[in-house]
Nanobody, 124 residues
Framework: QVQLVESGGGLVQAGGSLRLSCVVSGGTFEVYTMGWFRQAPGKEREFVAA????????YYADSVKGRFTISRDNAKSTVYLQMNSLKPEDTAVYYC?????????????????WGQGTQVTVSS
């Protein structure tokens, strides 16, 4: 059974930074496309960033481009999301997800496995 466990969320002031981590167990991490999504209260879940399987490209939502960086460490079966210059509108629950088939990067419906989420709150 594939499990994803996020950590690193918290409360930070606007302009600050956080690094989220997501550890994957029970699967073959190297072949997954790994994504980060977020969901704010009253809003739909939205794409944040994704990293294709080992050696692949990274993708970002326009709203976070230049501020967030996704990376992965295959040896640790971990994907990271470095978030800099945080804004109050980045406040949300952040979810890590894994996709086996690398079909559609930005659509949450194509992801097979999900973590439980970690709360990020940015105060103004």
């Amino acid at each position: 059974q594939v499990q994803l466990v996020e950590s690193g969320g918290g409360l930070v002031q606007a302009g600050g930074s956080l690094r989220l981590s997501c550890v994957v167990s029970g699967g073959t991490f190297e072949v997954y496309t790994m994504g980060w999504f977020r969901q704010a209260p009253g809003k739909e879940r939205e794409f944040v960033a994704a990293h294709e399987r080992s050696g692949g490209s990274q993708y970002y939502a326009d709203s976070v481009k230049g501020r967030f960086t996704i990376s992965r460490d295959n040896a640790k079966s971990t994907v990271y999301l470095q978030m800099n210059s945080l804004k109050p509108e980045d406040t949300a629950v952040y979810y890590c997800a894994a996709e086996r088939e690398n079909l559609v990067i930005r659509n949450s419906r194509f992801y097979d496995y999900w973590g439980q989420g970690t709360q990020v709150t940015v105060s103004s």
